[in-house]
């Protein structure tokens, strides 16, 4: 694993790029994308809320290929809960899982629960290292 400082859509098109995900729906079936890297992803794609929406109601809340060079992995279970260090583990897991039956060579990840969710890097941080190799860029903004 390899720790990086920039901006996560630089390697849009370049790399996977992972958004921090919850498993929260609206009414209409969408995925609540409502802070961080998962609201500018919905910015930047306007159907991945629905998208994504259907793949929670299909396969539960798991790390999903969102196509276009996305993937979400979720932190918490819903968008009112903290982040859950446990499902952050499970996420992980998942992602190398995910990463080499695809083959990915390059894989960013925001630092999970971190930001808007408020864990340590620290605690978050040894639970990534036991999963990710060098494929895997956790990058943050600040420096």
Same mark, same amino acid.
């Given at each position: 694993?390899?720790?990086?400082?920039?901006?996560?859509?630089?390697y849009l098109?370049k790399?996977?790029?992972?958004?921090?995900?919850?498993g929260s729906?609206t009414r209409d079936?969408r995925?609540?994308?409502?802070?961080?890297c998962?609201?500018q992803?919905?910015?930047? #794609?306007?159907?991945?809320?629905?998208?994504?929406?259907?793949?929670?109601?299909?396969?539960?809340?798991?790390?999903?290929n969102?196509?276009?060079?996305?993937v979400s #992995?979720?932190?918490?279970?819903?968008?009112w809960?903290?982040?859950?260090?446990r499902?952050?583990?499970?996420?992980?897991?998942?992602?190398?899982?995910?990463?080499?039956r695809?083959?990915?060579?390059?894989?960013v990840?925001?630092?999970?629960g971190?930001g808007?969710?408020?864990?340590s890097?620290?605690?978050?941080?040894?639970?990534?290292?036991s999963? #990710?190799?060098d494929?895997f860029?956790?990058?943050?903004?600040?420096?």
């Open positions: 694993m390899q720790e990086v400082y920039g901006d996560i859509w630089d098109g790399a996977v790029i992972v958004i921090t995900t919850s729906l079936g995925a609540v994308l409502g802070r961080g998962a609201r992803a919905a910015e930047r #794609f306007p159907n991945l809320a629905l998208q994504l929406g259907a793949m929670l109601q299909e396969q539960g809340n798991h790390v999903h969102l196509g276009n060079g996305l #992995f979720p932190v918490e279970e819903s968008a809960a903290l982040p859950d260090l499902l952050i583990a499970r996420s992980a897991l998942e992602l190398k899982e995910l990463a080499d695809e083959g990915w060579e390059t894989i990840v925001p630092r999970p971190c808007g969710g408020g864990l890097w620290h605690e978050v941080r040894s639970l990534l290292m999963q #990710f190799d494929r860029l956790v990058i943050s903004s600040q420096s």
